[in-house]
């Protein structure tokens, strides 16, 4: 059965900073991945996607993340930070063959001014 | 263009008491899912169904019950609410395993 773990269940960074959000997934074949934000009080909404082809992914509002199946790695990044990122995201993964979408604990991104 | 769409979107409940949360797309979705989420814990599935008439339990199906009659509607039953069962419920659907699943604004649900 695939899991998912998120290092870190806070992360701060200063607004114009590097983000870096990190998730590991577990799973017997390779998987379908994804990013995912929450706003307060919304539902989630698709950042990026990862299913078969190239391994590095770009998504919305700047981010991008890297499959890395010798890692088991799907690490989400952003150059600069915006107050606007302020959000929690979250990371799921997929069995190809099989039909549950599984999630991260999910990691609260704070960005400082 | 609606896509998932959940009620109630808030609603308190006492201890025993019984309510469904109604889940409805318009995106001609196969899978549906639900999911609470608590602090700190993610989401968790507690059902999911992958057709009409074709349902299954996730991670924490205790306590609840589904039932998908039609491609739109997937209903999530509590027959007897719990203090535990206080949480942000989301429904979700997907056109098949390698796309992403469209999630509703979720129903705050609060068992006194």
Redesign the interface.
């Known amino acids: 059965a695939q899991s998912v773990t998120?290092l870190g269940?806070h992360v701060s960074v200063s607004e114009g900073a590097l983000v870096l959000l990190r998730c590991n997934y577990s799973s017997s074949v390779p998987p379908?991945l994804?990013w995912?934000v929450q706003y307060p009080?919304?539902?989630?909404?698709?950042l990026l996607?990862y299913?078969?082809g190239a391994t590095l992914v770009k998504g919305i509002n700047g981010f991008e993340a890297e499959f890395k199946k010798s890692e088991t790695s799907f690490h989400l990044t952003k150059p600069s930070a915006h107050m606007s990122d302020a959000a929690e995201y979250?990371c799921?993964v997929?069995d190809?063959y099989?039909?549950?979408?599984?999630?991260?604990?999910?990691t609260i991104l704070r960005v400082k001014s | 263009n609606a896509g998932v769409t959940q009620t109630p979107k808030f609603r308190i409940l006492k201890i025993g008491q019984s309510m469904t949360l109604q889940c409805a797309q318009d995106m001609n979705h196969n899978y549906m899912y639900w999911y609470r989420q608590d602090p700190g814990m993610g989401l968790k599935l507690i059902y999911y169904s992958v057709g009409a008439g074709i349902t299954d339990k996730g991670e924490v199906p205790n306590g609840y019950n589904v039932s998908r009659s039609t491609t739109e509607d997937f209903p999530l039953r509590l027959e007897l609410a719990a203090p535990s069962q206080t949480s942000v419920y989301f429904c979700a659907s997907s056109n098949k395993g390698n796309t992403e699943a469209f999630f509703g604004q979720g129903t705050r649900l609060t068992v006194v």
């Open positions: 998120q269940s379908y994804f995912y009080n919304q539902g989630l909404q698709l996607k299913t078969t979250f799921a997929r190809p099989g039909n549950k979408l599984v999630f991260g604990a999910g």
